[in-house]
Structures are given as structure tokens and as C-alpha cells.
T-cell receptor, first 111, second 109 residues
Framework: QKEVEQDPGPLSVPEGAIVSLNCTYSNSAFQYFMWYRQYSRKGPELLMYTYSSGNKEDGRFTAQVDKSSKYISLFIRDSQPSDSATYLCASHSNSGYALNFGKGTSLLVTP | DAGITQSPRYKITETGRQVTLMCHQTWSHSYMFWYRQDLGHGLRLIYYSAAADITDKGEVPDGYVVSRSKTENFPLTLESATRSQTSVYFC????????FGQGTRLTVV
């Protein structure tokens, strides 16, 4: 079983919708949490990077970490067709520096 | 240009051949990684390195060899390619945040 679990989708929403993407993790030592966006045939691109619990906002994107429930979320407001991509969550501990990835969620935003 | 560069972008090789995938980063990040990405499996760690001359196995290291003689380079070698190694390979480097290259699409026939 992977240390980070993520529903692969696909998830299809209309333009302008609020999107919620979620992951769970099993390792209590994980302290660093990331969200990557990956377009088809491209490398993963870092979207959000957070440490420990709490929220972080960047434009239309909000990352949320709840360490008590080992739950990681990414919210996208006012979704756009250009947001259509695969979203990957990842995490690692203070002592481990290799990223543990979920399998990714495929998102399609329709005009 | 600053960043992380992988070469080649596409490669077709035959079963049993040795093939090396190159990775070069310009930031002097200490940490570097090789992942493979396959449908249904996501990104899986092959090998990683904390510094020059320090490497360690990840989740799926069998059939692969790495070296890190210089901080900026982290080549991945498939010693005797097999069809199961057909995949997209990503190199990454990390200081705090990790940044990925554009990937090498390898087909073993």
C-alpha cells in the first residue's frame, strides 16, 4: 500500500466551479506537503508547498493540511479549462527527503 | 538557462541493450531523484542522491544503476533493458521544493 493515496478520478467539472482534490497519507512523520500539476506529456510543475498543518492560499488555489486526520486537500476556485491536468499530491518527513507521491487525479474543466 | 534538463526526450531501444538517461541541473541542489511514471502506478522512486558520490535505492531500483560524480549531473543507466522498463522517466532536484525535468519517454522493443 502506498504511503500517499489519491483517487485517480477522472473528475469533470464545468468552468467556474470550485474543485476539491484530496489525498490521505499514512506516515505520521510526514511534515512537508506539496501539490503538483502535470499537463499531458509534460513534467510535474510545483503548485503549492506547505509545512505541517494549516492552509496556504495562492491566487485561485488553496492547499489545506489536516495532520490529525492525515488529510491533504487542494481547492481550485473559479476553475478554468486551462486547469485541466493531472494533480499530484506528495509529502515527506523531516528526515526523509524523497517525495512520496499519490497516483494523481485527472481533472477536466469543460467550457 | 537555469533549470533541470533531461536528455534524450525520446528513446527507442532494443531488449538487452544498455541505455543511459541524462539529467543536468543548474541550481547546485544537493538532492536529486529519478522517478518512473506508469499508468496505474503514478510516480515511483527509482534512485535518489543526497550529494555527489552519495546515492541510495528507492522503491523500484532493480535493473537500474546511477552515479553522481558531480553535483549537477545524475545519469540513470539501464544495464540490460527489458520491456517492463518502457516508461516515462523523470529526474528531479530539490533544495526545499522539488523541481522536475520534462521527462524521457523510453520504449524498449
Amino acid at each position: 500500500q502506498k504511503e500517499v493515496e489519491q483517487d485517480p478520478g477522472p473528475l469533470s467539472v464545468p468552468e467556474g466551479a470550485i474543485v476539491s482534490l484530496n489525498c490521505t497519507y499514512s506516515n505520521s512523520a510526514f511534515q512537508y506537503f506539496m501539490w503538483y500539476r502535470q499537463y499531458s506529456r509534460k513534467g510535474p510543475e510545483l503548485l503549492m508547498y506547505t509545512y505541517s498543518s494549516g492552509n496556504k492560499e495562492d491566487g485561485r488555489f488553496t492547499a489545506q493540511v489536516d495532520k490529525s486526520s492525515k488529510y491533504i486537500s487542494l481547492f481550485i476556485r473559479d476553475s478554468q479549462p486551462s486547469d485541466s491536468a493531472t494533480y499530484l499530491c506528495a509529502s515527506h518527513s523531516n528526515s526523509g527527503y524523497a517525495l512520496n507521491f499519490g497516483k494523481g487525479t485527472s481533472l477536466l474543466v469543460t467550457p | 538557462d537555469a533549470g533541470i534538463t533531461q536528455s534524450p526526450r525520446y528513446k527507442i531501444t532494443e531488449t538487452g541493450r544498455q541505455v543511459t538517461l541524462m539529467c543536468h541541473q543548474t541550481w547546485s541542489h544537493s538532492y536529486m531523484f529519478w522517478y518512473r511514471q506508469d499508468l496505474g502506478h503514478g510516480l515511483r522512486l527509482i534512485y535518489y542522491s543526497a550529494a555527489a558520490d552519495i546515492t541510495d535505492k528507492g522503491e523500484v531500483p532493480d535493473g537500474y544503476v546511477v552515479s553522481r560524480s558531480k553535483t549537477e549531473n545524475f545519469p540513470l543507466t539501464l544495464e540490460s533493458a527489458t520491456r517492463s522498463q518502457t516508461s516515462v522517466y523523470f529526474c528531479a532536484s530539490k533544495a526545499g521544493e522539488a523541481f522536475f525535468g520534462q521527462g524521457t519517454r523510453l520504449t524498449v522493443v
